[in-house]
């Protein structure tokens, strides 16, 4: 079975930290994605990546960024965040290969006071 | 663009019942249509997919076929039960493009 592990079921922090959110799969997949949920609004795509080293935006890329330095890992940064940051964050991963489904992570419940 | 439709609001209902979620898209290719599951608390679980025109994906009791003509991917259950209370997202994905595009997702309440 795909596994994809996520750092941190729930997290807490303060407004202007910086945080890091890591995300692991074991499947030796290229694709990796960060999404963000919120009520009302379903997933949103932050940031993906097709290849080590390599990030493409989504839709809403404002306020993060991402590090994909080895194949399995995928690293979502917030570089000082903000209360409209709070929300649940979702990973997922997939092969490069065709029209692939995605494999997600339990998620993250970030709450930033 | 792509784009996944997914009927307004809940859907509450009596343990045993027959549930419908209805799903249309628009592709500019041809898509991979997916359900997907989101147990309270958790990430989001594969629960069936359909490739081509007229495939059904079933899976714990769920099916949905794939109508290239009414383009739609409508989800069905002939009965359900308490445990099968969640969120089910429509999803589609275009070959070449690695993005997946997911309907805002229907809460299911299944009523004891």
């Known amino acids: 079975d795909v596994k994809v592990t996520q750092s941190s079921r729930y997290l807490v922090k303060r407004t202007g930290e910086k945080v890091f959110l890591e995300c692991v799969q074991d499947?030796?997949?290229?694709?990796m994605f960060w999404y963000r949920q919120d009520p009302g609004l379903g997933l949103r795509l932050i940031y993906f990546?097709?290849?080590?080293?390599?990030?493409e935006k989504g839709d809403i890329p404002e306020g993060y960024s991402v590090s994909r330095e080895k194949k399995e890992r995928f690293s979502l940064i917030l570089e000082s965040a903000s209360t409209n940051q709070t929300s649940m964050y979702l990973c997922?991963?997939?092969?490069?290969?065709?029209?692939?489904?995605?494999?997600f992570g339990p998620g993250t419940r970030l709450t930033v006071t | 663009g792509n784009s996944v439709t997914q009927m307004e609001g809940p859907v509450t209902l009596s343990e045993e019942a027959f549930l419908t979620i209805n799903c249309t898209y628009t592709?500019?290719?041809?898509?991979?249509l997916f359900w997907y599951v989101q147990y309270p608390g958790e990430g989001l679980q594969l629960l069936l997919k359909?490739?081509?025109?007229?495939d059904k994906g079933s899976n714990k009791g769920f099916e949905a076929t794939y109508r290239k003509e009414t383009t739609s991917f409508h989800l069905e259950k002939g009965s359900v039960q308490v445990s099968d209370s969640a969120v089910y997202f429509c999803?589609?994905?275009?070959?070449?493009?690695?993005?997946?595009?997911f309907g805002k997702g229907n809460q299911v309440v299944v009523i004891p």
């Open positions: 359909a490739t081509k025109a007229d």
């Open positions: 499947m030796d997949h290229e694709n």
């Open positions: 997922a991963s997939s092969t490069g290969q065709g029209r692939s489904e995605q494999y």
């Open positions: 990546s097709y290849d080590v080293k390599m990030k």
């Open positions: 999803a589609l994905l275009v070959y070449g493009n690695n993005r997946l595009a």
């Open positions: 592709a500019t290719g041809y898509p991979s």
